[in-house]
């Protein structure tokens, strides 16, 4: 993407800096419907979150209106809402009726996990995610990363999708 912009070629790339809510989906709904518990390595951690359809909003403006960020190659848009793996859990809790707890786990012991989760789930908890969401977990946990302080800004992607983000107690309301 640098080598491009450095290149001179008119590129737009924007790099998504929240977790999907889609990811709670995929990595922890059996667990919470099996047992009530979901475990990772996120800890206290407050990461921004997005939905995927929002993000999809995002690319679809940047195809049919590239005006809207021409004056950036690269741009990071920010995630709607800050939620800890215990108010993900509270929400859950909240919008099904069921008693939906968090236990933080270590990086390696949810990398198994994910693992053994993959077996099961015809494809969609594959290699990259279990690379991905263990490790920037963890770093959102030490707060070694840049994402883990940056804000939201759900008025500049409503701006930019025409229409209000999805939060996630409505993304669980879906599902």
């Not at 977790?19 to 995929?26: C, H, M, R, S």
């Not at 919470?32 to 909003?57: K, L, M």
């Not at 741009?75 to 008693?99: C, H, K, M, N």
Request: negative net charge.
């Amino acid at each position: 993407e640098e080598l491009m912009v450095d290149l001179g070629v008119n590129v737009t790339v924007l790099r998504i800096g929240a977790f999907f809510y889609e990811n709670v989906l995929l990595a922890h709904s059996g667990a919470i419907r099996e047992t009530g518990v979901f475990a990772n390595c996120f800890g206290d951690a407050r990461p921004a979150w997005i939905s995927a359809t929002d993000a999809a909003d995002l690319c679809a403006t940047a195809l049919l209106e590239p005006q809207a960020y021409a004056k950036t190659p690269i741009v990071y848009p920010p995630g709607f809402e800050l939620l800890s793996q215990q108010e993900i859990a509270d929400i859950i809790s909240e919008e099904t009726g069921r008693d939906v707890r968090y236990q933080y786990i270590n990086q390696e012991e949810w990398t198994r996990q994910l693992k053994a989760a993959a077996v099961h789930s015809a494809g969609l908890v594959n290699d990259a995610m279990i690379q991905h969401l263990p490790t920037h977990a963890r770093t959102m946990a030490d707060n070694t990363t840049i994402a883990a302080r940056m804000d939201t800004d759900p008025s500049a992607l409503a701006a930019a999708s025409g229409r209000p983000p999805l939060t996630f107690r409505n993304f669980v309301r879906q599902h």
